[in-house]
């Protein structure tokens, strides 16, 4: 029974391909989804599955074959790496409300409780009695987002010039002690095994340690500029299509925009994109200067200029 | 004196290396009761998790055990070209690092590889699926019986197995009723030694599983998925589990290690 | 049973020389055979042809008349004792014994009963009463051995092969059981033949004795016969104990390195040579030279002299002792006698027909019997 084809669970099951801080926030949307659709599908339940890995990681198994019937990643990058290999449609971006980013997210420094060390701004960062954990972006979609928070904020300093930049990221990535491979890795490192005085995190990854994993441990330190981060979501068509799943999978991405969808995001951390909802968590959700991606080039360049083999990490990291 | 000494560091090593961190695991598994443990493990995904090692480990253990005798047969009883390069490729699994184990599979039964866009066509999908986790596992544990066998076959060496022959026996009767009991022990030892890889492989099999909880994860990744969900009394249950598993095979092999030294004299 | 080698020839695995080189043989129903000779002659190499353990390249095997080299091992019904037993470990005495029996197929197959009552008279008949339970490895060496005869034996034979047999026993045990095979021997009058390099074991137990060298038959005849009659310098050698004495040949004279060694008249061309001659050959002249006799031994008539001189030390040499007691004698001024060994020149017998020079040998030996 364990050797049965995929197919076979396929056909009555949905895989969802995620990256790594979202456990919970799917675990729940799971939950309540199926609750949903055996509602309206009566006799017809649906068993969604759901697996976590760095973002490139995800990316990589679903372009090996990985039966993924939805792909929800750290970044559009991952995605349209999938969309050139045909696993889906090259304007799968435009098929879903606000660029198929259902919850978005910033950057955000976790400090230890009371901000011992007085971090507030991106220059604390590389103060010398500073040690900064950030996973590689190399293999991390959650990396790429702090290196790029970072790149950002530098540019957008009085006489920002790439150069700059590039010496600002220089200096920052010699406080690195060490280089996990996934956002969920460097959290454990900081808050389990205690290493540095500030992670680089996802503000939902931080909200989650410092209200439910180490109460009283950690404070946020939410810098005046940062990020906006927009993890996309997609149906993977070429694999609906095989296993006859279309249908439900189309349902499951649209529910993530739905009110039931954005507040079950908004309870796990995640700032859902429709304004209302966002409104009821004001509370939890610090407001702060963002820039996006888009201002950046768009992920085609931005990954051919920085991650890419001999691109801007490699000159600052291996030298 | 001294000699109490040497015996104090080797206790305080083996303590502090190998018996404590295990015991923290346990304590960790316990850290909200024994209830909250065993709760943990009636998880379907955590069953599922189980269910799928233990099936893995089987059929590895007996497809390699097949394999296996038949590799240290052929290479023990003859000589012919290519003998010495066959017998270093059966220990390649032994030094190629298990993540590279999961990836050749990847290259060829992956959608990007040889056979996998055919097979997934016809619906059997190899990777991401359990044919490819027993495939991974087959490659890193291909080594054990062969390579345990192999000594005993040769020590033996072929004088019993003639006698057999001259007697009457056929092949499947030399192998059934001389070859094999006379290193049942060794074959054992070797099919335990991959008992307790198959059951603990992590490497190989997170390359070609998808890690989906229910359905491709083995236990060794299900603890990983655990761990990193902050599901720490589920995670170190489940890795205690499997740690026990991985010592009663360790222990039954060590009884009949003893028991190889102690009898099984050549005649 | 009578088995037929006829010009086998057996190459080694990695090619080259030939390990059994055209050998042709007969070995007469009920006899016992031995085939003897240094390692590397070719014996065991030999037996193993004829039992099918390994192939052969040229030449024919026949059993009582029946060529047998078409046939694999398991089916020529031969009994075949390995130099270290080879006895299964993991089983039984009994299931040893039993194992040619029980393996047989349905239709064949004998009782359970009669397999008991098989393994019993054969236990009996090795004198390994009570020993049926016992496991291969709480026995001695000896009783290891009675036991791989008795499996050989319990599937009724057509020929007992035993290859060394003797080979990984202590001395004393050996000549035991030496002893009690013959015995059996004469009892079950089987066709056997014996590999061995120890020609005193041959000389005892066979009555054929082939002396092989270098993958070749070099000889063959009665333990007498290749005593008496070497074909060449080798079988002397090996067939008894030899003494080699070198010497020059000048104008008809052999003239030996040694002094106190009386000098030989010889028909030969001047250069070196050597005579070869069995001790109890070499005799001692009293009032002619410079050596010393001491008494060694004495068996019966015969006495033994250790014989010292100037350019050798301790030679034993026999003669007829005389009736009274010699034990405490010396004899000074002697010299040795060696005009009744044979002269041999480029490894070779040099003047055929002299003193007790056998017949030349051809490669092909034939037994008297066939």
């Not at chain 1, 056909?11 to 055996?38: H, K, M």
């Not at chain 2, 390699?64 to 699994?93: D, I, K, Q, S, Y």
């Not at chain 2, 039964?109 to 990777?127: D, N, S």
């Not at chain 3, 002792?321 to 041999?344: E, K, Y």
């Amino acid at each position: 029974m364990a050797l049965r084809p995929v197919r076979a669970w396929a056909a009555t099951g949905l895989l969802n391909v995620s990256y790594d801080p979202t456990r919970e926030l799917y675990q729940d949307i799971d939950r309540s989804f199926s609750a949903a659709w055996a509602r309206q599908h009566v006799g017809a339940p649906v068993q969604i599955r759901t697996s976590h890995g760095g973002s490139g990681a995800q990316a990589r198994s679903v372009l090996e074959g990985a039966p993924a019937d939805i792909v929800t990643l750290g970044l559009a990058y991952d995605i349209d790496i999938l969309a050139q290999n045909g696993l889906l449609a090259p304007d799968w971006q435009k098929r879903l409300p606000h660029n198929s980013t259902p919850f978005t997210s910033t950057i955000v420094f976790l400090v230890r409780k009371g901000n011992p060390k007085n971090i507030h701004d991106w220059p604390d960062l590389i103060r010398d009695d500073v040690q900064v954990i950030t996973p590689n972006p190399k293999t991390s979609g959650g990396a790429r987002w702090n290196y790029l928070a970072a790149w950002g904020w530098a540019l957008r300093q009085p006489g920002g010039t790439p150069d700059k930049a590039r010496d600002y990221l220089k200096t920052l990535f010699a406080h690195v002690p060490v280089l996990d491979t996934g956002a969920r890795g460097a959290t454990n490192s900081f808050v389990q095994r205690g290493l540095g005085d500030v992670l680089l995190a996802w503000e939902d990854e931080a909200l989650l340690a410092t209200r439910d994993i180490g109460p009283d441990k950690f404070d946020i330190v939410v810098p005046p500029l940062t990020i906006l981060a927009e993890p996309p979501v997609a149906v993977v068509d070429r694999n609906v299509k095989a296993h006859g799943t279309a249908e439900i999978a189309q349902a499951y991405v649209e529910y993530l925009f739905s009110e039931e969808g954005q507040k079950i995001g908004g309870k796990h951390y995640f700032r859902p994109v429709n304004p209302t909802i966002l409104a009821a968590f004001h509370d939890r959700f610090a407001t702060t200067d963002t820039f996006d991606i888009a201002s950046l080039g768009g992920w085609g360049t931005v990954q051919k200029q920085h991650f890419a083999d001999g691109g801007i990490f490699d000159s600052i990291y291996t030298k | 004196m001294s000699r109490i000494v040497y015996a104090l560091v080797i206790y305080l090593l083996v303590t502090v290396m190998i018996v404590l961190p295990p015991l923290l695991v346990v304590v960790m598994a316990l850290s909200h009761g024994l209830g909250a443990a065993i709760e943990s493990l009636a998880d379907p995904d955590a069953l599922s998790a189980i269910r799928l090692t233990v099936i893995i480990t089987v059929l590895t253990v007996c497809i390699n055990t097949v394999f296996g005798v038949m590799a240290a047969w052929t290479l023990t009883h003859f000589r012919f070209p290519g003998r010495n390069l066959l017998v270093v490729l059966v220990e390649l699994p032994l030094s190629v690092s298990p993540v590279v184990g999961g990836l050749i599979w990847l290259l060829v039964f992956g959608t990007q590889g040889w056979w996998g866009a055919a097979l997934e066509r016809w619906g059997y999908p190899v990777m991401f699926a359990p044919p490819g986790i027993l495939l991974a596992t087959l490659f890193v544990t291909f080594p054990y019986v062969t390579r345990t066998l192999m000594p005993m076959l040769a020590h033996n060496g072929r004088a019993a197995e003639e006698a057999a022959v001259l007697l009457g026996a056929s092949l499947w009767q030399v192998l059934w009723h001389v070859t094999l009991p006379g290193a049942r022990l060794a074959l054992v030892s070797g099919m335990l030694l991959a008992t307790a890889r198959a059951m603990g492989e992590f490497g190989a099999v997170s390359v070609v599983s998808g890690h989906i909880p229910g359905l491709t994860e083995t236990m060794p990744l299900h603890i990983e998925t655990l761990y990193n969900g902050y599901q720490t009394v589920a995670a170190f249950t489940m890795a205690t589990l499997l740690a026990l598993m991985a010592m009663i095979v360790v222990l039954v092999r060590s009884l009949i290690e003893r028991r190889l030294d102690r009898t099984e004299p050549s005649i | 049973m009578s088995v037929y080698l006829d010009h086998i020839t057996r190459h080694s695995p990695q090619g080259g020389r030939a390990i059994v080189d055209d050998v042709s043989l007969s070995v007469k129903d009920g006899s016992f055979t031995a085939l003897v000779g240094p390692s590397g002659a070719g014996k065991t190499s030999l037996l193993r042809i004829i039992a099918g353990l390994d192939p052969h390249q040229r030449g024919q095997v026949s059993i009582d008349g029946r060529r047998v080299d078409t046939l694999g091992a398991r089916e020529r019904n031969i009994g075949f004792v390995f130099q270290h037993y080879a006895l299964f470990a993991h089983m039984t005495v009994a299931a040893n014994i039993g194992f040619g029996l029980a393996i047989r197929p349905r239709h064949s197959r004998p009782g359970r009963a009669a397999i008991r009552r098989r393994v019993e008279e054969l236990l009996e008949l090795m004198q390994l009463p009570a020993m049926g339970a016992r496991y291969p490895h709480e026995l001695s060496g000896g009783q290891r051995q009675r036991v791989a005869l008795a499996r050989a034996l319990a599937t009724g034979p057509r020929v007992l092969l035993l290859d060394e047999p003797f080979g990984a026993l202590d001395p004393l045990v050996r000549r035991q059981i030496r002893g009690w095979l013959h015995n059996l021997h004469e009892r079950l009058g089987l066709t056997t033949i014996l590999v061995t390099h120890d020609r005193q074991e041959a000389a005892e137990l066979a009555d054929t004795v082939v002396i092989m060298n270098r993958g070749r038959v070099v000889q063959s005849g009665t333990p007498q016969e290749l005593e008496d009659n070497p074909a060449d310098p080798f079988v002397m050698d090996f067939s008894g104990e030899t003494i080699r004495i070198a010497g020059l040949v000048t104008n008809g004279r052999f003239v030996p390195d040694m002094s106190d060694i009386i000098p030989v008249p010889v028909a030969l061309s001047n250069g070196r040579a050597e005579i070869l001659i069995r001790p109890a050959d070499i005799r001692l002249l009293p009032h002619q030279g410079n050596a010393i006799a001491q008494f060694y031994q004495r068996r019966g008539l015969v006495a033994s002299y250790k014989v010292t001189s100037a350019s050798f030390d301790g030679m034993l040499v026999e003669m007829p002792a005389d009736p009274g007691d010699v034990s405490a004698s010396i004899i000074t001024h002697c010299a040795i006698d060696i005009s009744a060994g044979r002269f041999v020149r480029d490894n070779a017998w040099v003047i055929p027909g002299y003193g007790l020079v056998g017949p030349v040998i051809s490669d092909e030996v034939q037994f008297l019997y066939s």
